[in-house]
């Protein structure tokens, strides 16, 4: 289950580097010219936003479907724990893809 959430989070984070990245070093005060060299990643957002889109619906997939056989193995308040903290963690990087689809779609409003 971790290698869904794994992998979009990973895929969020590069794909909000170009545009999101830029803008949180600026509230906390962090500057220089390096940060333009972000924008090199600026063509790989959007297949990296859909990596992480088509990795957490696999992730949400694998934590929400109905319980199988196996499911039953385990002890209920393990199982519970471990859901419910995967179920926090896949809301978390849900909200950092939508971030960087968000920033894009309103960048015109704050230029």
């Known amino acids: 289950m971790a290698s869904p959430l794994t992998l979009a ?14 803008l949180i070093f ?3 005060g962090v500057s220089g010219a390096w ?7 600026e063509p790989y957002s959007y297949p990296l ?9 696999v992730a949400g997939w694998r934590i929400w479907r109905s319980a199988t056989p196996d499911a039953a193995q385990c002890e209920a ?16 990087l849900a909200a950092l893809t939508v971030l960087p689809i968000a920033l894009n779609q309103s960048a015109h409003l704050f230029y």
């Open 9 to 22: 989070g990973i895929a969020a984070l590069l794909a909000s580097t170009c545009c999101v990245l830029p």
């Open 26 to 28: 600026a509230v906390v």
């Open 35 to 41: 940060i333009g060299q972000l924008r090199r990643m």
């Open 49 to 57: 936003t859909a990596l992480a889109a088509a990795s957490l619906l």
């Open 77 to 92: 308040e393990a199982c519970v724990r471990s859901n419910a903290a995967a179920r926090r963690w896949f809301w978390a």
